[in-house]
Each structure stands twice: as C-alpha cells, then as structure tokens.
C-alpha cells in the first residue's frame, strides 16, 4: 500500500488585465442629497466625452437611484464610478455600510421601495460586492445591445394601464 501525500498547496492563475485611465471615471461625493444632481452632471458630462450619447438617459437614471440609496441608507462619502470595457458600461456606487439592499416591491402609497427595482430593469446584469468596510451596488449596461427593455419598468409604480397616461 503506497503512503497518502497530502499537500498544502494550491497554484492560482488569473489574468489581469488593467483598463486604460480614459475608460474609467471615478468621482467621491458627500453624503448629501443634493449631490445627486451633480451626479447625474457628472454622468452626462462623461458619457458626451465618450461618445455614448444614447446611454445618458438610462445611466443617469441607474446613478440617481443607487447614489439616492448609498446617501440614505449607507455611510458617506460615496464613490460613484463608470468604467467603459468591451461594448458595456460599468456604474459603480460604494458606500461605507455593509447592510447590503434588498430587491421588494413598493406599494402604491410607498414613498420610496422601487429604486432598485428600476436598476434591475435598466440593467442587464447587477449586483453587490462586498469588502471589509464597505459595499458597493453595480449595474451593467450592454451598449451593444440597444436600449432596454423598459415595458416592466411602470409596475415599479402600480400604474394598471399607462396607455391612459
């Protein structure tokens, strides 16, 4: 009987492959309310330089609710990022609480409750990353991919029948 080896390591490979300056913005804000209009500027002014005009509405859109989310319910400051990779837009919100969101749905008298509801439906993928002090919420926008699905996006408000509207 041949003798057991037990070892204790392990090989890890990864490729990393880091992004040129120019396809990541990153700005850090203060846990305010009025900074989400500075945002969404923010936002709007980047995507021009980047030429992804047609991204504006839908990203200020994602930006607004996710920095609405980190300054009333996380820890300032908050750090909004775009990264621009490979035919999709990254937005990135990270605050200093851990308590991580939850996905419900807002009543019709509700103040609030449908923000990540609406990033759900704007984003083709989303989620949240966690690290030792902080999180952060990010959505993924495919550019190639035209503009999303938006047809969902009216029951985030109980509207029974928009076509009245």
């Not at 392990?10 to 990393?16: E, G, H, M, S």
């Not at 396809?23 to 945002?39: C, E, F, K």
């Amino acid at each position: 009987m041949a003798p057991s080896r037990h070892d204790d390591a392990v090989l890890l490979l990864a490729r990393t492959r880091a992004l040129p300056p120019e396809h990541v913005a990153d700005w850090t804000l203060p846990a305010d309310a009025s900074v989400v209009g500075t945002a969404r500027r923010l936002v709007d002014r980047q995507l021009a330089s980047w030429g992804l005009e047609e991204a504006v509405f839908t990203t200020e859109l994602v930006v607004s609710e996710l920095v609405t989310n980190a300054i009333r319910y996380g820890k300032g400051p908050v750090r909004l990022r775009l990264i621009r990779d490979r035919g999709r837009l990254l937005t990135e919100v990270t605050d200093a609480n851990s308590a991580s969101p939850h996905l419900r749905r807002a009543r019709e008298n509700d103040e609030g409750g449908r923000g990540l509801f609406i990033v759900m439906r704007l984003s083709t993928h989303w989620g949240v990353r966690h690290s030792r002090h902080d999180k952060t919420i990010w959505s993924e926008q495919r550019l190639d991919a035209g503009p999303p699905d938006t047809s969902g996006l009216l029951d985030a408000f109980d509207v029974p029948d928009a076509a009245g509207l």
